[in-house]
């Protein structure tokens, strides 16, 4: 079993910063991504960043330049460090990982409960 442990999120003003994490134990393998996704109210769940095992990283458009995602590999970790934070960024925040025990294992794919991010004044 994997098990993915999310914090960090909060209320926040408008242009604030917030920092989520997301700390993965249990029978993990190897990672292949690692990544965050949100859900707002009424709306589906929608990508948001993406790490791959080389460090690459991917955005949805309405957060590149404001948000970046990295990774511990050694603590199995993974952050979404948010700044200039609109209220439009509200939403509960799920953390995402993909692996693999083996080569001929089918693909791991885990998520964390959620944290909740809430941008107003």
């Known amino acids: 079993q994997v098990q993915l442990v999310e914090s960090g999120g909060g209320l926040v003003q408008p242009g604030g910063s917030l920092r989520l994490s997301c700390a993965a134990s249990g029978s993990i393998g190897s990672i292949y991504t690692m990544g965050w996704y949100r859900q707002a109210p009424g709306k589906q769940r929608e990508f948001v960043a993406v790490i791959i095992s080389g460090g690459i990283t991917n955005y949805v458009d309405s957060v590149k330049g404001r948000f970046t995602i990295s990774r511990d590999n050694a603590k199995n970790t993974v952050y979404l460090q948010m700044n200039s934070l609109k209220p439009e960024d509200t939403a509960v925040y799920y953390c995402?990982?993909?692996?693999?025990?083996?080569?001929?294992?089918?693909?791991?794919?885990?998520w964390g409960q959620g944290t909740q991010v809430t941008v107003s004044s």
């Open positions: 995402n990982l993909r692996s693999k025990v083996t080569i001929l294992s089918s693909m791991g794919d885990y």
